[in-house]
């Protein structure tokens, strides 16, 4: 069965370092998220991502955040400068359409620890 | 805003009882909810979901949920806990309300379930 992958499964970065978060969606889908989970806090939207442009962002996701597909199959997530606050669980997802009722499959996240 | 709460972050039962993990949503729009389980160093992986077909969804490893628009609930239950259930669950809804492209998810806290043996 198709999955959505993601590298690496843990990164350790000091803070004001860039880091660079890898996924590769299902092929054949269309649509792309990034989520993160705050340890103890809930699953957080952060973008998604359509037809090579931000379909749509949360608060979270400011000028420190940028997303990128850079070839048919990666879809990556840079922190400019990583603050403390940032360690977190991020997880991808990819859907085949987008809608509303359709179904997001997660990859198994990247755990980001800023020290 | 839309919005969904699990109660109890942690629950904890025998093999074999009755698992009831319980999740209330807030939407101003009929929602469209989903229930996901994650697994110890694996994704979340959908359990099962409601878009305003049948009010008693059925899912994978035979749980299923209902929904009940009187009470805003969407309890997810399976009648015999296994071992192999020990994992987390989150309750999600979609955001129909915050029209964008891509129907982002909204989550739940989530509730991680122990099972004794």
């Known amino acids: 069965e198709p999955e959505v992958t993601q590298t690496p499964s843990h990164q350790v970065t000091q803070m004001g370092q860039e880091v660079i978060l890898r996924c590769v969606p299902i092929s054949n889908h269309l649509y792309f998220y990034w989520y993160r989970q705050i340890l103890g806090q809930k699953v957080e939207f952060l973008v998604s991502f359509y037809n090579n442009e931000i379909s749509e962002k949360s608060e979270i996701f400011d000028d420190q955040f940028s997303v990128e597909r850079p070839d048919g199959s990666n879809f990556t997530l840079k922190i400019r400068s990583t603050k403390l606050e940032d360690s977190a669980m991020y997880f991808c997802?990819?859907?085949?359409?987008?809608?509303?009722?359709?179904?997001?499959?997660f990859g198994p996240g990247t755990r980001l620890t800023v020290l | 805003a839309q919005s969904v709460t699990q109660l109890g972050s942690h629950v904890s039962v025998s093999e074999g009882a009755l698992v009831l993990l319980r999740c209330n949503y807030s939407s101003s729009v009929p929602p469209y909810l989903f229930w996901y389980v994650q697994y110890p160093n694996q994704g979340l992986q959908l359990l099962l979901k409601?878009?305003?077909?049948?009010?008693l969804v059925k899912g994978i490893n035979g749980f299923e949920a209902e929904f009940k628009k009187s009470e805003t609930s969407f309890h997810l239950t399976k009648p015999s806990a296994h071992m192999s259930d020990a994992a987390e669950y989150f309750c999600a809804v979609s955001d129909r309300v915050n029209v964008g492209q891509g129907g982002k998810l909204i989550f739940g806290q989530g509730t991680e379930l122990s099972v004794k043996p």
């Open positions: 997802a990819s859907s085949l359409t987008g809608g509303y009722t359709d179904t997001q499959y």
């Open positions: 409601y878009t305003s077909a049948a009010t």
